[in-house]
């Protein structure tokens, strides 16, 4: 059973920073692709940073630069961290693999307000 848990949230001001990080069981991290998502209040669900198998990256316009996931394949967990951080940054961020069916954590919660 594959088991997804964030942690690493919280309230920071405007130009701070946070690492978030996403434990896994019941899966080997490193053979899949893995992603970031966030939502924010009233909007959609969006894709933050995503990064193969192969180690390739790719994050939203809107995080490029201050955003950077990456993964510890020893520990089998998943990173992202988020340096000068805008109060639209401010969502639950979730993370996500695909494996036969996608599989989500729980989020958690990032606020930046001063």
């Known amino acids: 059973q594959v088991q997804l848990v964030e942690s690493g949230g919280g309230l920071v001001q405007p130009g701070g920073s946070l690492r978030l990080s996403c434990a896994a069981s019941?899966?080997?991290?490193?053979?899949?692709?893995m992603t970031w998502y966030r939502q924010a209040p009233g909007k959609e669900r969006e894709l933050v940073a995503r990064?193969?198998?192969?180690?390739?990256?790719n994050y939203a316009d809107s995080v490029k630069g201050r955003f950077t996931i990456s993964r510890d394949n020893a520990k089998n967990t998943l990173s992202l961290q988020m340096n000068n951080l805008k109060p639209e940054d401010t969502a639950v961020y979730y993370c996500?693999?695909?494996?036969?069916?996608?599989?989500w954590g729980q989020g958690t919660q990032v606020t930046v307000s001063s």
């Open positions: 990064v193969t198998s192969s180690g390739t990256t």
């Open positions: 019941g899966i080997i991290l490193s053979l899949y692709a």
């Open positions: 996500n693999v695909f494996w036969g069916r996608s599989y």
